[in-house]
């Protein structure tokens, strides 16, 4: 009896001990090194190491925003990588915040299986953070985190993303643990007013086919290109990315929301270092 009750501990013991070492726990809010925040080094939790040493990193990217200039109402695409060869357990927190630390923009969950969102008060606001689901950054040697990001809907100024990441030993313990943390400004689009167009306007020609603008102009390089139409007070009110494009004549076609009324616009294209610019006057 005694026997079968050792073996009985001995089992549990191990699968305790096993399910322990594979699952990540949720992420916690709060730990982004942002203004009034620390992180999980400095917070006394995975303190083995020093913050931003050993071989790892944590870099934020986008898959579509330009210069890290966010557009009023945009929805981005973002990726947080934290990486470290040898480790199979990555973990992130991240938030954005205005100049005056309030929540800037939208954070979006686009896998809830890696990803969510948690919120923690910070200096008197619900600072709202992405975080890790339980075993939602199992990977080997590095870790994708993809989530979208949703500018505010008018120009705030300057935001900045807060974000940590953490490459884990997987031993079920708080020891042994890398942190790594970082931080990426996004300042606002920049605009165009009536009184920036260049002179170089005649190279750039625009007929307007009722739904769309037909462009043409001849680019010195081959660059992705972006279009973008302001109104006459300077504010954007559209942007098309038409992907990269040969060096010499190009011909693009801009759609037109129906939205737009009649009046004065400015076509401004992007590719590469050219910029050209143009003023149109659009009859709908």
């Known amino acids: 009896m005694k026997k079968i009750l050792l073996l009985t501990t001995v089992v549990v013991i191990a699968l305790g001990a096993m399910s322990f070492g594979v699952l990540s726990p949720n992420g916690k809010a709060g730990y982004t090194n942002s203004p009034s925040e620390g992180n999980c080094t400095t917070s006394g939790c995975h303190s083995s190491y020093t913050v931003n040493t050993g071989a790892g990193s944590t870099v934020l990217s986008s898959t579509n925003m330009t210069n890290w200039e966010y557009t009023p109402g945009t929805t981005y695409h973002m990726i947080l990588t934290v990486k470290y060869t040898g480790r199979s357990l990555f973990a992130l927190g991240l938030e954005c915040l205005t100049t005056a630390n309030a929540n800037a923009g939208t954070l979006v969950i686009t896998n809830s299986a890696q990803t969510k969102i948690s919120t923690k ?5 619900s600072r709202k953070n992405i975080v890790q689901q339980t075993n939602g950054g199992v990977h080997a040697d590095s870790m994708q985190f993809v989530f979208d990001w949703t500018a505010p809907t008018t120009n705030i100024g300057n935001v900045k993303f807060y974000f940590s990441g953490m490459a884990a030993n997987n031993n079920g313990t708080e020891s042994g643990d890398y942190v790594y943390t970082g931080n990426q400004t996004v300042t606002p689009a ?7 167009v260049q002179a170089n306007t005649s190279a750039l020609q625009v007929i307007n086919l009722g739904s769309a603008l037909h462009l043409t102009y001849s680019a010195k390089a081959s660059s992705n290109t972006n279009v973008e139409l302001y109104d006459i007070k300077g504010s954007l009110v559209n942007r098309v990315a038409f992907g990269k494009q040969n060096a010499g004549n190009v011909d693009l076609d ?7 009324k009649s009046g004065v616009y400015i076509v401004k294209v992007i590719q590469g270092s050219d910029v050209l610019t143009k003023k149109t006057v659009l009859t709908f």
């Open 121 to 125: 008060t910070v200096s008197g606001v």
């Open 190 to 196: 920049s605009t165009v007013g009536v009184q920036e």
């Open 254 to 260: 801009m759609p037109l929301s129906g939205s737009l």
